[in-house]
């Protein structure tokens, strides 16, 4: 009995690695890909793309057709279940009233991936905008601007290399940006479709800016 109640238990559960889904939309890309990736693990997936329909029943049913209408209903609760569990409560209570998972889902579908589109460009924008000030420590910069790019991978915003670097070379001070640009030319001197690491780009500015601080002790 206790192996039945725990597997009962386990297939109506979402695992830790599926996050309560933001109000805002701010997390819906990576939301949608591991809450998929999960409910598709638990055989459900179906009840939310309709691909897995009400079963027909004739007229009288067969017993056959009664056994798979049951366990098709047991199923769309079990689904019903993992919906709500990472839902906002305001999304909640906008789809209770739908009677299916399908139709519960197109409706989350909707609102969340305008409001997602939204948060994630507002997010890259920023991010692309990010400038350090003369004064300001810039072994310390870089440190968190490694980390708030992490961070946006995190809620499905991916800041590819090309972008990465152009936003490296504009937000320094003058002086390192120049560093930038000719650690940059030089590597397409050697190729011209070649372009430095991110992060090898990163550490070399960290230790630049360090030699041009004792300089000017």
């Known amino acids: 009995m206790s192996v039945t109640v725990s597997t009962a238990s386990l297939s109506n559960s979402l695992p830790s690695s599926v996050p309560k889904l933001d109000a805002s939309g701010l997390n819906w890309a990576i939301f949608l890909v591991r809450f998929q990736d999960a409910v598709e693990a638990k055989g ?3 009840h939310f793309d309709g691909t897995n329909p009400v079963p027909a029943l004739s007229s009288p049913a067969k017993s056959d057709e009664l056994v798979a209408k049951a366990q098709w209903d ?3 609760r079990s689904a019903k279940s993992l919906l709500t569990q990472r839902l906002p409560d305001s999304t909640l209570m906008k789809i209770h009233t739908k009677k299916l998972v399908q139709e519960r889902w197109e409706a989350v579908v909707k609102e969340f991936t305008e409001k997602g589109a939204y948060a994630q460009t507002e997010l890259r924008a920023k991010f692309l905008a990010s400038r350090c000030s003369e004064k300001e420590n810039v072994r310390a910069f870089l440190d968190e601007l490694r980390v708030r790019k992490e961070e946006l991978v995190q809620v499905g915003v991916v800041i590819d290399d090309k972008d990465y670097l152009s ?6 001070p003058i002086a390192l940006s120049n560093f930038a640009s000719a650690q940059l030319a030089a590597v397409r001197m050697f190729a011209s479709t070649k372009s430095i690491e991110p992060e090898v780009l990163l550490s070399l500015l960290v ?8 300089q000017q002790v």
């Open 44 to 46: 459900f997936w179906g």
């Open 74 to 76: 047991k199923d769309e």
């Open 167 to 172: 936003t490296i070379n504009s937000l320094l």
């Open 207 to 214: 230790e630049e800016a360090d030699r041009q601080k004792a």
